[in-house]
């Protein structure tokens, strides 16, 4: 059993959910965080009883500024060594930008974005001090995508997400740290029917969907050996290729046609 802790947001279900799976599997202790007390407590007891490993969790909501700060307080009254941090927790405003309240997209900043930097900034700290630590970024295919017309902050953030994560290799690989920005494509979870764009998803082909745990297979892999990026399954690298070769007037009309509920609602 390592005596590290991975720190995984958003870990209730989905593809944080398989993330944990995946590093209790390798023998990593968890500190899972997500805002359902409840479901934290039930997904604890279930891995700790199947990998024997250590795993506690903090329910929190990471639309609250604060969150990140209570869990990195957390973490230190229990001296938990946070040697990977997974930054997975998500949000959708699922409406048109001018139907959102300010309040909304604030809150959609704060998970997707501010929380992040906030998380690692405080937790990359004792990195340093040990010379050692992996940072996991999902971000989405959707950073390299033409805009959608729903959730139009959604791709923006991703983008901005992934030059965060280039930043701090630039910065801090040579301290021996590590940033990977995983970027799945259309991922089957509970995600799109919690944020009210599950008919939009069940628009898309099936071969653009893939299973979460996969997803999470990937990207703990990647993780691990300290890839910079990484595009889960051979599918969406050879999508992302296209629309980084195609202009993105004729990718748009592909998308359109094939996704359709990015582009019209």
């Avoid at 202009?247 to 582009?263: L, T």
Wanted: proline content about 4%.
């Amino acid at each position: 059993m390592n005596d590290s802790y991975v720190l995984v947001t958003g870990a209730s279900s989905g593809i944080g959910l398989e993330i944990s799976k995946c590093f209790a599997k390798r023998g990593f202790n968890l500190i899972l965080t997500a805002r359902s007390k409840d479901k934290l407590n039930d997904i604890s007891e279930q891995i700790k009883s199947k990998y024997n490993v250590n795993v506690d969790f903090i329910s929190c909501d990471l639309s609250d500024k604060n969150s990140p700060f209570k869990i990195f307080d957390y973490c230190s009254s229990k001296n938990y060594e946070v040697s990977i941090l997974v930054n997975n927790a998500g949000f959708a405003n699922p409406d048109r930008f001018h139907e959102t309240s300010m309040d909304d997209e604030e809150k959609f900043i704060r998970v997707l974005g501010t929380s992040v930097i906030s998380l690692t900034k405080v937790f990359i700290k004792k990195m340093l001090q040990k010379k050692h630590g992996r940072i996991m970024i999902i971000s989405s295919v959707a950073a390299f995508a033409p805009p959608s017309s729903i959730q139009s902050l959604y791709g923006p953030i991703k983008t901005f997400m992934n030059r965060f994560s280039e930043g701090l290799n630039l910065s801090y690989n040579r301290k021996g740290i590590t940033s990977t920005a995983v970027c799945p494509g259309y991922t089957v979870t509970n995600f799109h029917t919690a944020s009210g764009v599950q008919d939009e998803m069940d628009r898309v082909p099936t071969f653009m969907k893939k299973d979460a745990k996969r997803i999470a297979e990937e990207a703990v892999e990647a993780t691990l050996k300290g890839k910079s990026l990484c595009v889960p399954t051979k599918t969406w690298k050879v999508i992302v290729f296209l629309i980084k070769l195609l202009p993105s007037s004729v990718f748009s009309m592909v998308n359109k046609a094939m996704a359709p509920g990015r582009y019209e609602k």
